[in-house]
Structures are given as structure tokens and as C-alpha cells.
């Protein structure tokens, strides 16, 4: 299951942190912390999204 995991993790964080961009350009902040912070989010919250819809897949 991990394998499967980290596979979706390399499509959900791209995607996921991707839509955190555009949000936060969408805000009006356009520095490059708030970007940074918002890629840096989607990465961390991609992990246990990744988990949980492998274990999902499986079951």
C-alpha cells in the first residue's frame, strides 16, 4: 500500500498544491511567502490525502 501511496502522492500534491497557488493569487497576495507557504501546504496536506485514498483503492 505504501507503493501505491506514493505514486498518488506525486499526482495529488502537484494538483493540490497547485490549486493553493492559485487561490492565494486569487487572494491578492502575490509575494512570494504566501506562495511558498501555500506549496509548502499542499505538499504536507498530500500525504495523509495520498493515504487515505490508497486505503480506500485497497479496500
Same mark, same amino acid.
Not at 501505491?4 to 512570494?32: D, K, N
Not at 495523509?48 to 479496500?59: D, E, G, K, T
Given at each position: 500500500?505504501? %507503493? &501505491?501511496? @506514493? &505514486? /498518488? +502522492? @506525486? #499526482?495529488? !500534491?502537484?494538483? &493540490?498544491?497547485? !490549486? #493553493?497557488?492559485?487561490?492565494? /493569487?486569487?487572494? $491578492?497576495? $502575490?509575494? /512570494?511567502?504566501?506562495? &511558498? $507557504? *501555500?506549496?509548502? /501546504? $499542499?505538499?504536507?496536506? *498530500?500525504?495523509?490525502? @495520498?493515504? +487515505?485514498?490508497? %486505503?480506500?483503492? +485497497?479496500?
Amino acid at each position: 500500500m505504501f %507503493r &501505491l501511496a @506514493s &505514486l /498518488l +502522492y @506525486s #499526482l495529488i !500534491s502537484t494538483s &493540490l498544491a497547485g !490549486s #493553493l497557488i492559485i487561490a492565494v /493569487l486569487v487572494a $491578492g497576495y $502575490g509575494t /512570494l511567502m504566501p506562495i &511558498l $507557504g *501555500a506549496a509548502a /501546504l $499542499g505538499f504536507v496536506l *498530500a500525504a495523509p490525502v @495520498s493515504w +487515505y485514498v490508497a %486505503r480506500q483503492i +485497497y479496500s
